[in-house]
């Protein structure tokens, strides 16, 4: 069991306010490949009216049309499998939800794993910093002495880097959730941008829709894989490569969302290497350029979000002073392998 928070020494000045998160990265720690596995999603089972998650004293305000809500009043840990369960759908349905004022972060990881197991078994990253003992926390750290989002865009004039999480694993991930434990004051920056890929495909042609229909591309953790290598990193597991299709399609809602992706995407199936690199040069400026599709999520202390990776790519920011702490984790269930659209 992990240590309760109030067991937990006090924190110095200079330290992460939660310690225990504080990650490692074990060049000896090795993971068995991941299995194929059934995956029922949660929220083929809820209520659509959600009376389960969105009571009498809830307020909800939606950031845009497309994406993106902000939820005060439900604490995610006071939760039944039936309020889970239509959290599942309410975050397919718009894609991105910012809770205020959660306690999570003080569960204690036994209890923040079992909740994001109600989504699907959790991935535990073949490269990240996770925690000691508990590899399912994908631990997100940067201080003025240690910045890996940084050294792994390069000398970039711009640090964006969209990508929908793991997107090269055979079950990519569904909902995903991702609490804050010290981060930059609210407008100092550190907040994270999503964008819609439902609504990036939607902005397409029926003709080209069609044209991107029945495609596959490969989505490779190669480039990860070496660079965590590279610079003394852990490999835990080897590195994988997987088809997925261009075009996916949601198992609950039906709807249709592109699944490519810079940081992983690497070629289109049967494409030569021009035509492939053009018609993803095509969907990657498309969908970076697509401002009235896209949202920023913001952080306050008890911040949780939940989005569906299934049909949004986001980013860090990187836009906060490099002398600032910036700490959190992400709990990654994963979901079925892509269905095409």
Do not use: C
């Not at 969105?54 to 499998?81: A, H, K």
């Not at 702490?325 to 269930?333: D, E, S």
């Amino acid at each position: 069991m992990a240590p309760s928070i109030a067991d937990l020494p006090p924190v110095k000045k200079d330290e992460p306010s939660y310690p225990f998160y504080y990650p490692i990265f074990d060049t000896e720690e090795r993971f068995t490949p991941i299995e194929k596995f059934e995956h029922t999603d949660p929220g083929s089972r809820a209520d659509p009216a959600k009376p389960h998650l969105l009571g009498p004293n809830t307020t909800t305000n939606d950031i845009s049309p497309y994406l993106g809500t902000e939820i005060i009043g439900v604490q995610i840990s006071q939760l039944s499998p039936e309020g889970l369960d239509e959290l599942g759908l309410l975050a397919a349905e718009r894609k991105v939800l910012v809770f205020r004022d959660q306690d999570f972060k003080d569960l204690g990881a036994d209890r923040q794993i079992e909740i994001a197991k109600h989504f699907g078994p959790i991935h535990q990253h073949p490269t990240s910093g996770n925690v000691k003992g508990y590899p399912q926390f994908h631990v997100v750290y940067r201080d003025a002495e240690h910045d890996r989002f940084r050294e792994y865009i390069g000398d970039r004039a711009n640090r964006t880097s969209w990508h929908s999480d793991v997107s090269y694993e055979l079950q990519p991930p569904g909902a995903t959730f991702f609490f804050v434990l010290d981060n930059p004051a609210p407008g100092a920056g550190g907040d994270t941008l999503f964008t819609s890929q439902a609504e990036a495909y939607k902005r397409l042609s029926p003709e080209f829709q069609k044209r991107l229909e029945g495609l596959r591309a490969v989505h490779s953790g190669v480039a990860q894989a070496e660079f965590s290598k590279k610079r003394g990193g852990p490999v835990r597991r080897d590195p994988v490569e997987h088809e997925h299709p261009v075009v996916r399609v949601h198992p609950v809602t039906g709807e249709k969302a592109l699944y490519v992706n810079p940081n992983f995407t690497r070629r289109i199936v049967g494409f030569k290497t021009e035509e492939s690199e053009y018609l993803l040069k095509f969907l990657y400026d498309h969908i970076a350029k697509g401002a009235d599709f896209q949202i920023r999520a913001t952080y306050k202390p008890g911040t949780v979000v939940v989005w569906d990776n299934r049909l949004t790519v986001h980013s860090a920011s990187g836009d906060f002073d490099q002398s600032i702490r910036r700490h959190a984790i992400r709990l990654t269930p994963q979901a079925e392998a892509p269905i095409a659209g």
